[in-house]
C-alpha cells in the first residue's frame, strides 16, 4: 500500500464518521422541542459537514479517491436513536445521551488517528482543530446533560 493510500484510508474513516454525524445530529434536531437545543445540533450538523469538506479536500490533495457517504454503523446508530426517543419518556435526556456517546466516540477515533505518523503537518493541524471542536462539542452537551 502506497504512503497516500495510507493516509487517504486512514482519512476516508473520518470522512464516513463525519458524515454519519452530521446526519445524526440533524436527526437528534429533528427529535427535540427545545429551541435551544434544536439549533445546538444544527449548529454542530452545519460543523460536520464543513469537517466532511476539509477532510474531502485532503483526500483530494493526496490524489486519493473521497467517500460519498456515511457508514451502516452510523446509520443504525441513528435508527437506534430515533427509536429510543420514541419511547423514551423524556426524549430529550435520552438523545443527549446518545449524542453524547457519539461525540466520546468521536473523539476516541481522532486520538487514535492522530497517533499515526503519516500526516503531512497541514493535515495533522486540521485534524487537531477538528479534535479540538469535537471535545468543545462534548463540554457543551455535559452541561445541557446537567440541565435536563
Known amino acids: 500500500m502506497k504512503y497516500t493510500e495510507k493516509v487517504s484510508n486512514k482519512l476516508n474513516e473520518l470522512l464516513e464518521k463525519n458524515y454519519d454525524a452530521e446526519k445524526g445530529y440533524l436527526n437528534s434536531a429533528e427529535n427535540v422541542e427545545s429551541p435551544k437545543l434544536k439549533m445546538?445540533?444544527?449548529?454542530?450538523?452545519?460543523?460536520?459537514?464543513?469537517?466532511?469538506?476539509?477532510?474531502?479536500?485532503?483526500?483530494?490533495?493526496?490524489g486519493q479517491i473521497p467517500e460519498d457517504d456515511g457508514s451502516f454503523k452510523g446509520l443504525m446508530h441513528r435508527n437506534w436513536m430515533t427509536l429510543k426517543?420514541?419511547?423514551?419518556?423524556?426524549?430529550?435526556?435520552?438523545?443527549?445521551?446518545?449524542?453524547?456517546?457519539?461525540?466520546?466516540?468521536?473523539?476516541?477515533?481522532?486520538?487514535?488517528?492522530?497517533?499515526?505518523?503519516?500526516?503531512?503537518?497541514?493535515?495533522?493541524?486540521?485534524?487537531?482543530?477538528?479534535?479540538?471542536?469535537?471535545?468543545?462539542?462534548i463540554n457543551s452537551l455535559m452541561v445541557e446533560e446537567e440541565l435536563a
Open 40 to 62: 445546538f445540533f444544527k449548529n454542530r450538523a452545519s460543523e460536520r459537514s464543513m469537517f466532511a469538506k476539509e477532510i474531502r479536500t485532503e483526500i483530494l490533495s493526496y
Open 85 to 137: 426517543s420514541l419511547f423514551s419518556s423524556n426524549d430529550e435526556e435520552a438523545i443527549l445521551e446518545e449524542v453524547l456517546r457519539g461525540e466520546k466516540a468521536s473523539l476516541e477515533e481522532y486520538t487514535e488517528i492522530l497517533k499515526e505518523d503519516s500526516f503531512a503537518p497541514s493535515t495533522r493541524k486540521m485534524l487537531e482543530n477538528q479534535k479540538q471542536q469535537i471535545q468543545s462539542a
